[in-house]
RNA sequence: GGAUCCGUAGCUCAGUGGUAGAGCGUUCGGUUCACAUCCGAAAGGCCGCUGGUCCGAUCCCAGCCGGAUCCACCA
């Protein structure tokens, strides 16, 4: 007889070590492949690596965990694909606030300096919350877990923008973009809200008309004004040019009709402001009015061209506009009741300052020139012929109604933390966009040779200067370094001089690589200098600026380089790290070439023999038009949902293993929440139809947005979220998932108190002291079949088979929490108030006792199951204490789902 | 200006073309050998309003009222 359980279920004493059965079992691998098998996969939606759990997750893991469980119980070759996101401008916001408490500011930081301090950041916050999800049950597949941030990941979205910008769906324009001044980035349409706002709307005396501005300060930057081309009251002006006073100065600008002006707004006159209004923009297109006026600076400060005003911020300088305005009798009324709407930052709700700004696009609704694709019609096209499924179809129209819609995205972001654009502009004018090499290179000066001893020149690689005992010696030591660090190399190149071979013989024959002679590594030839002491040298050709007797000059060496480091950033297949063996003129050579605007002076920086360094050519590229190397990289990185938007296709393809994609692509549901629809929902389409032709998923679910008990948005100033793990502690992660999923239905917003989890809890304890029951009078081994003899024993086999069947149904249909409003009331209703009251009468008849035990653990096995893949913890823990020979496998986790019987 | 959703028990929400459901709360009663994180019982609803379709509408349709949300370049 087993000890009976403890008459309470207390989680966390058996959640961890569940857990870690689980993990050492491999139950969250997918099974080998097999022929003709079923599968079932889904994309977990990577979290943001830059904060702790919350409850939004907790909802997400609760419900694609219970899928996954489902359909592995079912049998189906069954893989979560988990993921962590980089979150590009939401981490470098969150970033930037740690940095402020300190004092600092990433404006004052070095940009590599910025982005390792911030990449330090997220792994710190990665590893946290990967074991946060863990305590939710997650069944992911951790060891296939990737982040946006991968070097291969990152690879294919750059291949992805190639093939864009090829297909000439990815451009580069000037046009005006949302600019907030704080962040100092562009911002998609997605990443503004409005803010509804009562301002004063100025009527301003502009020489002969009267124009309405809400925005005086911009003035400076007018370039004309603009009238309805019907409107008679103006019509005489239409191409004149006006006299205007605008405070500072006298302008005299063009007279302009335009179907854009609203006869009825103000005096039907408006003001045009390119740089500084999206609409005066497009006005100034089609008049070819001049577009270079710019009063306001990217800091959201007043320029030069606004004279006494330069220096101020928009808000302190409107005021002051004004009054001098007021002053020169220039405003003739002002309006106090104008409502608008005022586009804002959606981070830090600053006030959009539009700018005119060179951004790269995806267009949305061209085709491609190559792909002959069209982005948003294959987007739709997907969901109008059924290949992805909306639940609920609600969202569908949203979808729709979004991609009739959209506009150009555009995707440059002025910021460090992401991946950055692979695009060059060359001195030539070219623009190239090219995958980035990954290539690696570890130089390496000789070791000492005979020549170094006697301080002389030897440029000439017949003459025969040796390496040393020391030379020798102080490579012997690099390469104990090297083995101590596992550094290896793909290749290791070498100039021809003695010693430079003889070096590399001794790093080869220690690290088994092969030596690749290559003689633009050779050291500057020297002519009628050779053998000269290194003083007479350098002073003679003035460090080999000029050339003396047939000598090369330091721009021969540059040249000689440049080639070869163009070699390597255009090789086709690209080794990761690469050895060069050569001498300390090289070494300067190869600084110039990575970084051009070295000087002289700061280039030439000594290197002793035997001392390494490390350069990565991933900032360069070879123009694709007049071949020199450019370094002029496009600083800007990509929006995050460009790269999340490919990760149904990047992940199973960066896997690890082979046939992830072939398996596991398109993913069966991708379920996530409504308020990403847009965001990334629509973007996976696009991306997926556009690199696979394939759908990324056949199933969308959307859960909705957890609620407080009042109905109220969580959010921390609010001071109502609540923290998931503080309820794990407290009531388990049973307790927690079951009331996420019995309080939604796709969709709709759930309110979550702590009240609806406390009734969960007691529902794990129900199923516990079930259990126990059951487990104190049936606990034996029982060998007797299923027999039902009296009314009670066939009620239950009958409610049990309704249950199955009805739970099944609910699953497969998404209807989570009517699944688990069934369970329930089976387990409680049909289980504990009728069954096991029953029993305790038949369990006392010698004639039914034995098939009463019998039904009793059946009924306890198959509830357990069915309720595993949304109570995992519980169920398994009693699982472990059925009779072995009442089960079909030793963890739950890996046992069938039960089938309905009828007899 | 466009679009979407919601209105069902005191609260929060499910649900269905045929007699209305859950959790929590409320009231009353229970120290029985699985569980007081429990057991038993009860009260409580013109399913927002008005029309229409139908043998029949809480459900489908139209309008209205009330609430929420999203999208949009009005100086």
């Not at 070759?77 to 408490?101: I, R, S, Y």
């Not at 007479?536 to 000689?560: C, I, N, P, W, Y």
């Not at 034995?850 to 306890?860: F, G």
């Amino acid at each position: 007889m087993p000890e009976p359980l403890p008459p309470q279920y207390q989680p966390s004493d058996h959640e961890g070590p569940i857990y870690q059965a689980w993990e050492r079992a491999g139950v969250f691998l997918p099974p080998p492949r097999t022929e003709g098998e079923k599968t079932f996969s889904i994309l977990m939606p990577p979290p943001n690596a830059n904060g702790s759990l919350h409850v939004g997750h907790a909802v997400f893991v609760t419900l694609q965990d219970l899928m996954v469980r489902y359909h592995r119980m079912k049998g189906d070759a069954t893989v979560w694909f988990p993921g962590l996101d980089h979150a590009g401008f939401e981490t470098q916001v969150v970033f930037e606030k740690f940095l402020e408490k300190q004092g600092k500011s990433r404006f004052g930081m070095a940009r590599d300096e910025f982005y390792d301090a911030t990449m330090a950041f997220t792994k710190e916050n990665s590893t946290t919350i990967i074991n946060q999800f863990r305590r939710l049950g997650a069944s992911a597949d951790w060891s296939r877990l990737k982040f946006t941030l991968d070097p291969d990941v990152v690879d294919l979205v750059h291949q992805t923008f190639v093939t864009m910008y090829e297909d000439e769906l990815a451009y580069r324009d000037v046009r005006p973009v949302n600019w907030c001044t704080k962040h100092q980035t562009t911002l998609s349409d997605l990443e503004t809200k409005d803010e509804l706002r009562t301002d004063p709307l100025y009527y301003l005396k502009y020489g002969p008309v009267i124009v309405a501005t809400g925005r005086p300060e911009t003035i400076f930057g007018d370039v004309a004004v603009a009238v309805h081309p019907d409107d008679e009251r103006y019509s005489k002006l239409v191409g004149t040019e006006i006299e205007v006073d605008l405070g500072i100065e006298q302008r005299s600008i063009k007279v302009v009709a335009d179907e854009m002006v609203d006869r009825e707004f103000g005096t039907g006159v408006v003001k045009i402001t390119p740089a500084h209004d999206p609409n005066d923009f497009e006005v100034a297109k089609r008049h070819k009015l001049p577009m270079d006026k710019v009063a306001i600076d990217e800091r959201g400060k007043l320029t030069a061209l606004t004279g006494p005003f330069e220096g101020l911020k928009v808000e302190e300088a409107r005021g002051k506009v004004v009054e001098l305005l007021q002053e020169k009798g220039l405003i003739d009324h002002v309006d106090d009741t104008y409502q608008h709407t005022v586009k804002v930052c959606y981070k830090c709700s600053r006030t959009i300052e539009p700018r005119i700004l060179p951004q790269w696009y995806i267009a949305m609704n061209r085709l491609g020139t190559k792909s002959g694709k069209n982005l948003t019609q294959h987007a739709l096209g997907a969901v109008n012929d059924g290949r992805t499924k909306f639940v609920t179809e609600r969202f569908e129209k949203l979808y729709r109604h979004w991609l009739d819609n959209i506009r150009d995205w555009a995707v440059s972001r002025q910021i460090v933390w992401g991946i950055r654009l692979p695009v060059w502009y060359c001195r030539c004018g070219q623009t190239t966009v090219r995958v980035p090499t990954r290539t690696e290179i570890i130089f390496l000066r000789h070791g000492e040779g005979e020549h170094n001893v006697q301080g002389i020149g030897n440029g000439d690689p017949s003459k025969p200067y040796h390496l040393t005992d020391k030379g020798k010696q102080q490579i012997a030591e690099v390469v104990e370094q090297f083995k101590r660090d596992g550094t290896t190399f793909d290749a290791v190149y070498a100039s021809q001089m003695p010693r430079v071979q003889e070096t590399a013989k001794l790093v080869a024959e220690s690290l088994d690589g092969t030596i690749i002679t290559d003689k633009r590594l050779n050291d500057i030839v020297l002519g009628e200098l050779e053998g000269q002491p290194i003083e007479v040298l350098h002073k003679q050709t003035d460090h080999h600026m000029k050339s003396v007797g047939g000598s090369e000059t330091f721009q021969d060496v540059l040249a000689r380089i440049e080639s070869f480091v163009k070699d390597r950033a255009m090789d086709e297949v690209q080794p990761k790290r690469i050895l060069i063996i050569t001498s300390e003129i090289s070494f300067w050579a190869l600084r110039k070439v990575l970084n051009p605007d070295l000087e002289p002076t700061e280039m030439r920086t000594h290197v002793l023999n035997g001392e390494t360094h490390s350069f990565s050519l991933g900032d360069l590229t070879p123009c694709s038009s007049c071949g020199h190397l450019v370094v002029e990289r496009d600083p800007d990185v990509f929006d995050t949902w460009f790269s999340s938007g490919q990760w149904p296709v990047t992940v199973p393809k960066t896997t690890g293993h082979a046939d992830d994609y072939e398996r596991f692509y398109p993913t069966m549901v991708m379920e996530t929440g409504w308020d990403i629809l847009f965001f990334w929902v629509a973007r996976m389409m696009v991306f997926g139809l556009y690199l696979t032709d394939e759908v990324p998923f056949k199933q969308l679910y959307f859960h909705g947005m957890v609620r407080d008990k009042d109905r109220q948005k969580m959010s921390k100033s609010k001071g109502n979220v609540m923290d998931p793990l503080a309820v794990i502690d407290q009531y388990g992660t049973d307790a927690l998932r079951m009331a996420l999923v019995f309080n939604t239905s796709a969709g709709n917003d759930m309110p979550i108190d702590e009240e609806k989890i406390r009734g969960m809890r007691n529902f794990s304890n129900k199923l516990w002291n079930i259990s126990r029951f059951i487990l104190m009078n049936a606990g034996g081994s029982v060998g007797t079949a299923i027999e039902p003899q009296t009314e009670a024993d066939t009620l239950i086999l009958t409610q049990l088979d309704q249950t199955i069947e009805g739970a099944t149904h609910d699953i497969d249909t998404f209807r989570f929490h009517e699944a688990a409003q069934r369970l329930y009331a089976f387990v409680w209703d049909d289980l504990a108030a009728t069954y096991i009251e029953a029993s305790k009468a038949q369990l006392k008849d010698d004639g039914l006792a034995e098939s009463t035990k019998a039904i009793l653990i059946h009924v306890l096995a198959a509830s357990l199951k069915l309720l595993h893949p949304i109570m995992p913890f519980v169920t398994e823990t009693v699982w472990q204490q059925l009779p072995a020979d009442t089960k079909d496998s030793p963890l739950l986790a890996q046992a069938s789902w039960p089938q309905a019987t009828h007899d």
